[in-house]
């Protein structure tokens, strides 16, 4: 049997009819699913149109992480709809507070070697584990959970090499900003972004997840990391060791497309206004004023990044005119 990449292995173990023959059509049997609020109303009603009795992949997850203030009836009704139908499906409800849907179900329910869809084009983030994790609209999620296949594009793979270790200063984010300067925003539609290489122990699970969740932004499918002993720490230290297996490309294994980022050669890098392909060295915007700093939410999860930022202003204090706003990922 020919060497395969890990992603072939994942679709191969997932699929349902079609061939990876990339653009050919696959329908793919997905183990979980996840919602967040801004389209779960949407899908709860198509479901109850359906006359789904209960949901097939399990777990299946609501999480309010939008629209987390009830400042008007509707906000209060949408929450109490939304928790009233995931009893109604048999759906896990993560209400206001308890954090954002893709940290949060890395955290609790991510399984390496699982297939996952949801509502969140972030969701892809749950690649960090060795997940085959895809974003996707209301209707595909709603027949998801009802038990059908995903339907898509069978997509390219890029095999990315990470070599070396990040230096001081320069973070995971650094490394998907660099993919991101050199492919546009664009660059990877319908490919998924397969991560190899020695360079990979230098990432924790957490910097991983910052990869795959921000891998989207670059219009990827999908974005994968191998399940190793770096995602065997992330599931011990939450109690979930026995979800661990050891999962990887086999070696000598070949990809649609090849490319690598040294991390030794990384400098620090900043998105400016308004796309987050418009990256550029941050020594290059040294000096500019800025209003808002904002350091958690969805693409900042994990410790490292209050430490680094409490670090910085731990002797200088926030400039005047600068609101810092920290919102933790999860409790």
Not at 37 to 50: I, N
Not at 87 to 99: E, H, K, L, Q
Request: proline share 6%; with cysteine; hydrophobic share 40%.
């Amino acid at each position: 049997m020919a060497a395969q990449n890990l992603s072939t292995k994942l679709i191969e173990s997932h699929l349902v009819q079609g061939e990876s023959t990339p653009g050919s059509e696959v329908e793919l049997s997905i183990d979980q699913a996840l919602l967040q609020d801004v389209l779960g109303t949407l899908v709860m009603l198509e479901l109850e149109g359906m006359g789904l009795e209960r949901a097939v992949p399990q777990p299946t997850v609501q999480y309010i992480d939008h629209a987390l203030v009830q400042q008007d009836p509707l906000s209060a009704e949408a929450h109490r709809f939304l928790k009233s139908a995931c009893d109604r499906f048999g759906i896990w409800y993560s209400g206001p507070g308890n954090g954002i849907s893709h940290p949060v179900h890395m955290e609790r329910f991510g399984v390496p070697g699982q297939s996952l869809v949801g509502s969140d084009s972030h969701t892809t983030a749950a690649g960090s584990l060795g997940m085959l994790a895809i974003g996707a609209g209301g209707i595909e999620v709603a027949l998801v959970i009802a038990g059908e296949p995903l339907v898509i594009p069978m997509p390219k793979i890029w095999g990315i090499e990470i070599k070396g270790e990040l230096p001081d200063w320069v973070s995971a984010r650094d490394v998907v900003l660099e993919l991101l300067r050199r492919h546009g925003v664009a660059g990877a539609k319908n490919c998924i972004l397969e991560f190899y290489g020695e360079g990979l122990q230098a990432l924790s699970a957490m910097d991983r997840h910052i990869i795959a969740n921000m891998s989207t932004e670059m219009g990827a499918t999908s974005a994968l990391f191998p399940s190793d002993e770096r995602t065997r720490e992330f599931l011990t230290a939450r109690e979930r060791e026995a979800d661990w297996q050891p999962l990887m490309a086999d070696p000598g294994c070949t990809y649609d497309h090849y490319d690598y980022v040294d991390l030794r050669n990384l400098e620090p890098l900043i998105a400016l206004p308004s796309s987050p392909g418009n990256v550029v060295p941050v020594s290059d915007v040294v000096g500019e004023p800025i209003y808002q700093s904002y350091i958690g939410s969805s693409g900042c999860p994990g410790y490292s990044e209050f430490a680094t930022t409490a670090r910085m202003c731990s002797e200088r204090g926030i400039a005047d005119g600068v609101s810092l706003d920290v919102n933790p990922t999860s409790r």
